[in-house]
């Protein structure tokens, strides 16, 4: 898990809550089986959750097992989920419980039409990726009647859903391989994507119906095809019958009661809440109206002079400061003024800008015609744009204002233009806050928290250079109490993390030197040495390529890293490592950004990670990503490779006040050492996007706000 702050890991958790209580329910959301997808009591249906909706549900049976489930519409058509669910007495005959882990992909083949008689089509593979305790394939059809009443949903399942009332596989008219299911080899086969089993063996059918009693109760009825055999054979579960019923109970907008009858046997009780990250929880956010358009004041024009004074950069600097923007340096050139700002209160760049502009059309002297303005992040020039007081004074409220100023504006690449900034007096900074670091999927303890208070600290000696640091002292926790011992035949360059966490003396997260630079147009570069983090330091260095006006980036990056002692302090061991990486960005639309990584790991070994990941307008971000290396499934150990979620909650979206921090979270079932990168702060894709972003008009709407 990365490190989190106590505040960022506070506004993960409250932003759901919020979003449950606040969130406007604007489109139909289909109820969630107990496998979390959208369906009937444990049957699925062919339904899709609104586009982007993200969804946690919760459920316990009776006999001993729970069930939590995470999400994600990642498009109209495609649903992901993660889960991750315990079973009492579950292994060595009954004498271990299991905590499984397992992930589902479902796509919607065609939406229902409400028209007509067409149904909606969906199939689904659930746990493809994990022990195949619930391994299962399926296609459903589902079909509103009775004025949207009742849904009814028919369909064939096979694996885990084809096991009760079964027969021989349809499929097996196309091939005869259909007719048998591969067996699994155990605890071995975990987290391996077994294609040779998808729709093979024997298959099932199903039948469901949901009723809507009232605008908030609707009650279920099925036909399952799960025979439960796993449960039969090493639970004891009684499977008396096919049959399972169960009511859900709406909770305002976004949460969902719901009791279950499970196999004439077993009563369950769940809880469900979804969201929609496009929506915040206020939408329209509660920032401070913004100062007027100004022409300047005499008093202005007496102050400046030919270049202005200390005290009218301080009044500039006040006024800008007030707006949530840092004065870098100004500079005059005839009847042009170039100011350099940065940006350190708004999540939306474009909203930045756009006060400063207004800003700068009060403060600036009458004389001054044209604005240009230079902005900076971590000291780098990125962007320019040019407005002129005309430009200002017509577009403030005209009906398409914000489009006409980007137009006019005209934003363009930065590097090699004239540098008006100043040195900065506040070149020190540090702060003390408490932290708290989670560690998820410990099969002995599957959550566990360590809490304590953390020392951060920069400077910045000269311009573009940034020495900063963090030392934590740990207060309470169990993380370090973890007592599997790493079976790994690869470096341990991951898999003793919790040694690390043994430590009760004060330790050094990070502390490191980094210079940034751009050494031509559309070219960012960065050089970092130090403690990298709390596993490694070393040298890194890192470039990259990202023109404005294309949607595609590539980076290289080199580092040298040794591994540092687990008391945290300035000590290393004796492994040393060569890692780098070509990076590949694309902007795919609608939000999706794809990222490829091609090179050397931690271990030494030699592959790629794909990331995928869906950025919300709001900044609200939800993906994952996948690394294969040349590392065996088997080498690998548990898992077979590293995978994961990635969930990003802007601070802003929740309490719907300007604010850059957001709340980081990154979901791996579990940490090894084939595939593991080297964490480096401020890479320079993500510390540059959103300037960048801005540049090619993102969220220009917001300019005048």
Do not use: C
Not at 140 to 149: E, G, I, M, Q
Not at 392 to 414: K, M, S
Not at 588 to 595: A, D, P, S
């Amino acid at each position: 898990m990365p490190l989190a702050s106590w505040t960022r890991m506070a506004a993960l958790g409250l932003s759901l809550l919020l979003a449950a209580a606040k969130a406007r329910a604007e489109d139909t959301v289909p109820g969630l089986s107990l496998y979390g997808v959208p369906g009937h009591v444990e049957m699925p249906s062919a339904e899709a959750l609104p586009d982007g909706t993200l969804a946690v549900s919760l459920n316990h049976h009776a006999g001993g097992v729970i069930r939590s489930n995470l999400v994600f519409q990642i498009t109209p058509r495609i649903t992901g989920v993660f889960r991750y669910s315990y079973f009492e007495d579950y292994l060595s005959g009954g004498r271990l419980s299991l905590y499984d882990r397992s992930f589902d992909f479902r796509y919607q083949i065609m939406a229902e039409d409400p028209d007509s008689w067409r149904p909606s089509l969906a199939f689904g593979l659930q746990d493809f990726g994990g022990t195949g305790v619930f391994g299962a394939e399926y296609l459903v059809a589902s079909k509103h009647l009775a004025d949207d009443r009742l849904l009814v949903s028919a369909g064939l399942g096979w694996g885990r859903f084809g096991s009760y009332g079964s027969f021989r596989n349809p499929l097996a008219v196309l091939s005869d391989r259909f007719e048998e299911r591969p067996g699994r080899e155990g605890m071995s086969d975990t987290g391996k994507i077994k294609v040779d089993r998808f729709f093979r063996g024997d298959a099932a059918a199903f039948l469901a119906l949901d009723w809507r009693a009232t605008e908030k109760l609707t009650l279920s009825l099925e036909y399952s095809s799960d025979a439960m055999t796993a449960e039969v054979e090493r639970m004891d579960f009684d499977h008396r019958t096919p049959i399972n019923i169960g009511l859900k109970y709406r909770l305002g907008d976004t949460g969902t009661l719901g009791a279950s009858l499970l196999y004439g046997s077993t009563l369950a009780l769940s809880f469900s809440s979804t969201l929609n990250p496009a929506r915040p929880p206020a939408p329209s956010g509660h920032e401070a109206a913004p100062p007027a358009i100004g022409r300047g004041s005499a008093a202005a024009a007496a102050s400046w002079g030919p270049q202005p004074d200390a005290a009218a950069q301080d009044s500039l600097a006040a006024a800008l400061k007030a707006q949530g923007v840092t004065l870098d340096g100004v500079m005059i050139e005839g009847d042009t003024a170039v100011v350099a700002i940065t940006n350190t209160g708004w999540p939306v760049t474009a909203q930045a800008w756009g006060r400063s502009f207004r800003v700068l059309s009060r403060t600036l002297p009458p004389e001054i015609r044209e604005i240009r303005l230079r902005s900076h992040i971590r000291d780098l020039p990125v962007s320019e744009m040019r407005l002129s007081r005309e430009d200002l004074e017509t577009l403030e409220y005209a009906p398409d204002g914000a489009w006409q100023a980007y137009v006019r504006a005209n934003p363009q690449d930065a590097a090699g233009l004239p540098d008006p900034r100043m040195n900065r007096e506040d070149r020190l900074s540090w702060g003390l806050s408490p932290y708290g670091q989670p560690a998820f999927f410990d099969p002995d303890s599957p959550l566990r928290l360590d809490v304590g208070a953390q020392l951060t600290a920069e400077w910045m000696p000269v311009r573009g250079l940034y020495i900063s640091g963090g030392v934590r002292q740990k207060l309470a926790g169990n993380i370090g109490d973890a007592s599997r011992r790493s079976d790994s035949v690869l470096p341990h360059v991951r898999s003793d993390l919790y040694l690390y966490y043994q430590n009760d003396d004060p330790a050094i997260s990070w502390l490191t030197a980094e210079y940034f630079g751009r050494p031509g147009s559309n070219l960012y570069s960065r050089a970092t040495v130090g403690l990298f983090e709390q596993m490694f330091g070393g040298v890194s260095g890192e470039l990259l390529w990202a023109p404005v006006d294309r949607p595609y980036a590539l980076g290289v990056e080199l580092n040298y890293a040794a591994q540092r002692d687990v008391d945290g302090l300035f000590g290393f061991q004796d492994y040393e490592v060569l890692t780098g990486h070509v990076s590949g960005y694309l902007e795919m639309g609608n939000g999706f950004t794809g990222q490829l990584d091609v090179g050397r790991y931690l271990a030494g070994d030699w592959g790629g990670t794909l990331t995928v990941i869906r950025r919300f307008g709001n900044g609200f971000e939800v993906g994952g990503f996948m690394t294969l290396t040349d590392v065996s499934f088997d080498d690998f150990g548990e898992g077979a490779f590293d995978k994961g979620i990635i969930l990003n909650v802007p601070l802003n979206w929740v309490i719907g006040m300007p604010a850059q921090r957001e709340a980081g979270l990154v979901i791996r079932p579990i940490q090894r050492d084939g595939g593991a990168r080297l964490s480096v702060r401020n890479r320079l894709y993500e510390l540059t996007r959103d300037e960048r972003n801005a540049a090619s008009g993102a969220r220009w709407g917001r300019f005048w706000r």
